[in-house]
């Protein structure tokens, strides 16, 4: 098994190897891909510490055959994730678990080690190795070193835990020292009973990895105040949450594509939990302010409009009839669409608006209006069969942006043959404009882009997107058949936005 005495140098009774250089250029290489000091820091010492020690693991069974050779623990791939957010490392050892935590030589004073590998019952190790890593300007005088460890049960009995740098910590001295205990007890039951952590919903993740994507906040695991330790502990052990996690902390927003949203539902005026992200399309942009109109005859569609959006008490049926007669086509389109908007703020549940709402669908002669008459129908009377709906969710592109949002918009309406109209937008919610690069892209189910359904926002020779490009062609329009499954893709140079939808 392992020689741990035949490592022991004159001058320290702790187990000490080597770093070597192309570990060390390997670990250098690793501290890249993270977005703080800390996190580097921390990414460069268990690099150089899990991989040292897995090495010499791995010659020290090399003629072993009842042993597996030693992994990197959950998965050489999920350490950056890790890392990002969390010191330690672990090694598997056949179906024991060897939980590392280094630092350097001259900050050890107590070996603290992190909740997330005490409590988690996924990431718990077996044994706690405490590493001092000596990181030295001459390459090859630098090292790590074996302080002495412990068993998960000796820390969930002897260890002070600290709630609010979430940490279990023992003294040197409760340490043991012996490394050879450590191969002795292998065979051993070493670790205490951990309850299991409760399950997290896809909306409380994608709320938490919204706030915690912020690069800014250095140590989520210590907002001991904004999230428990079981919600953070669910989102951090499962490996999808987690890298979404990791890649919004470095600048790459992706939302889970298990977050589907069914369409019909949303016509059908019947919500889910997914659908807690969309919200009403007024309740991001405000709507537009009534605009005066030639003739005595629109002097009550103001003073309606500006009430329904302020007084609770319903318009009289005289006041709807009064804003029904503007629908007539020897009004003009905007008029007509004007109309249709009003109605949709103080018509609710009138079947005389339901009834001219309806017509309208079939008169108009504008696409816009169509769609006007749709929304409002389908705010005075939830559920019609011919109602369209339109929703928004705010995306942030972050620093790409200044900190300012667009929002994806999603415009749906029935057709023949139990078909769903689907129009896609993008629009900057705070009067800002589009920036160049952002593209918007319908992809299958299997992730292919279906030709015809991308668009890219360009500049014009003046360097800026002007208003008819970002109001017209940042726009996709499709029918896809009953039962398809699409995905929407928002990109902006190495930002990404994802979401499904079924229709």
């Not at 935590?101 to 019952?121: A, G, M, R, Y």
């Not at 835990?161 to 340490?175: A, C, G």
């Not at 004007?338 to 703020?345: D, N, P």
């Not at 902006?492 to 936005?497: G, I, Q, T, V, W």
Request: include cysteine; aromatic fraction near 8%; charge should be negative.
């Amino acid at each position: 098994m392992f020689e741990f005495n035949q490592l022991l140098t004159d001058n320290t009774q702790y187990l000490r190897l080597p770093i070597s250089q192309s570990t060390q250029e390997k670990a250098w290489e690793q501290e890249q891909n993270h977005s703080n000091a800390i996190s580097r820091h921390n990414s460069y010492l268990n690099y150089v510490s899990v991989h040292t020690l897995r090495d010499w693991f791995t010659d020290d069974l090399a003629e072993a055959e009842t042993i597996h050779k030693p992994e990197v623990y959950p998965s050489e791939g999920s350490l950056p994730s890790i890392w990002e957010v969390v010191n330690g490392a672990a090694i598997k050892l056949d179906k024991k678990r060897i939980v590392l935590i280094p630092c350097e030589t001259s900050d050890l004073e107590d070996f603290s080690v992190p909740q997330e590998w005490v409590d988690i019952p996924e990431w718990a190790g077996d044994y706690y190795l405490a590493i001092q890593v000596n990181l030295e300007p001459e390459e090859d005088e630098c090292w790590i070193e074996v302080c002495g460890f412990t068993t998960h049960r000796y820390l969930k009995k002897l260890g002070k835990y600290n709630r609010n740098e979430r940490i279990y910590t023992m003294t040197l001295d409760n340490l043991i020292q012996d490394l050879a205990v450590m191969e002795i007890t292998l065979p051993l039951k070493r670790q205490e009973e951990i309850p299991v952590i409760p399950n997290l919903s896809e909306v409380e993740a994608k709320k938490l990895l919204d706030f915690f994507g912020d690069s800014s906040i250095y140590s989520p695991r210590l907002r001991v105040n904004d999230v428990t330790f079981d919600k953070w502990a669910a989102l951090l052990v499962n490996d999808s949450w987690r890298q979404q996690l990791y890649e919004r902390r470095m600048g790459k927003l992706v939302t889970s594509p298990t977050l589907v949203t069914d369409l019909r539902k949303w016509l059908q005026s019947i919500l889910d939990s997914v659908d807690e992200i969309w919200q009403d399309y007024e309740a991001i942009f405000a709507p537009v302010k009534p605009v005066a109109v030639r003739g005595a005859i629109f002097a009550p569609v103001e003073s309606i409009a500006v009430r329904g959006k302020n007084d609770d008490e319903p318009a009289s049926q005289d006041a709807i009839a009064s804003v029904i007669r503007l629908l007539q086509p020897n009004y003009s389109e905007y008029d007509r669409r004007h109309a249709a908007g009003v109605l949709g703020k103080i018509a609710v549940g009138n079947s005389d608006a339901i009834k001219a709402l309806t017509q309208l669908l079939y008169t108009a002669q504008d696409d816009e209006t169509r769609w006007q008459a749709a929304f409002s129908l389908g705010k005075i009377d939830p559920g019609n069969p011919q109602a369209g709906i339109k929703r928004a969710r705010l995306i942030d592109l972050g620093v790409q942006l200044g900190g300012h949002k667009v929002a994806l918009i999603v415009r749906i309406m029935p057709q023949a043959n139990g078909r769903i109209r689907v129009v896609l937008k993008v629009e900057p919610s705070s009067g800002n404009k589009l920036p160049p690069n952002l593209k918007l892209s319908v992809l299958s189910e299997s992730g292919e882009t279906i030709p015809g359904l991308e668009v890219c926002a360009r500049n014009n020779e003046s360097g800026q997107i002007d208003k008819s490009y970002r109001d017209k062609e940042m726009t996709l329009d499709f029918t896809p058949p009953p039962g398809t499954q699409f995905r929407v893709k928002v990109i902006l140079n190495e930002l990404n936005f994802i979401h499904d939808f079924l229709v």
